[in-house]
């Protein structure tokens, strides 16, 4: 601790000190985040064995919040603790792993710490994620079978899309495809058939039995005719001259 003055080590201290008594005050004044009260305390619920699991879900929701904090909170009370009893058994502002001093200016901005730059263990963030993301990470990509030349079946990308249709707070700046222009064509793949193969499926209908084969004249059917495709028995009737 010789690389530092009295000086120095006075305002170290004394910044600790600090640091303690507002972790102190911290735990004493909310019940270390709430969690010195019961969950049934903490909500309006009659009973935490609802009928609906939904009715707690904000309450459990805030008491992991509470656990998160107040487990982060104990680790720096722990942290400055033992920064105080190092600064009275002489061995402060040394690292703990190399044994060299630590820079003033480190200690002036972390004053709890214990390492010096080259040997802290939080230098590098963390690329530790939740085991969940695996199953999310790409999106849908866990049964997605689009890239199946073989495989033909309503997949997790096929429930999204059905999904999405019903409104989505993304805009053109953010959509999948660089040409969409417009909030009709926002979706995932949105020029994909959604529900049938050929275009004509979706205006082609007939009775339980497969029979009595009708035409839907349907936006889809206006649109296949405007394409010149299909068979050419698939025209207008004459009152569908005057279409919008």
């Not at 994620?129 to 199953?135: A, F, G, I, N």
């Amino acid at each position: 601790m010789g690389h530092l003055t009295i000086r120095q080590q006075a305002e170290l201290r004394r910044r600790l000190l600090e640091e303690q008594q507002e972790l102190s005050s911290r735990f004493e004044g909310n019940a270390h985040f709430g969690l010195g009260e019961s969950l049934a305390e903490g909500t309006s619920e009659l009973s935490s064995y609802d009928n609906h699991p939904a009715d707690v879900a904000t309450e459990m929701f805030e008491r992991g919040k509470d656990l998160a904090l107040n487990e982060e909170a104990e680790k720096q009370l722990r942290r400055v603790n033992e920064a105080l009893d190092r600064l009275d058994q002489g061995t402060y502002g040394l690292c703990t792993r190399c044994g060299q001093p630590i820079r003033y200016e480190r200690l002036e901005a972390l004053p709890a710490t214990s390492y010096c730059y080259e040997h802290t263990p939080e230098r590098e963030v963390s690329n530790r994620r939740p085991v969940e993301e695996q199953l999310l990470d790409p999106p849908f990509g866990r049964t997605s079978v689009d890239e199946l030349n073989k495989e033909t079946e309503f997949d997790g990308e096929d429930a999204w899309q059905i999904v999405e249709r019903w409104g989505t707070s993304t805009s053109p700046a953010y959509a999948e495809s660089p040409d969409a222009d417009d909030y009709d064509n926002l979706t995932i793949e949105a020029d994909e058939n959604v529900g049938y193969v050929e275009d004509f499926e979706s205006f082609l209908a007939t009775d339980i039995y497969g029979e009595h084969l009708q035409v839907v004249r349907n936006k889809a059917y206006r649109h296949y005719l405007q394409q010149e495709e299909g068979d050419p028995l698939l025209e207008p009737d004459a009152a569908e001259e005057d279409w919008d």
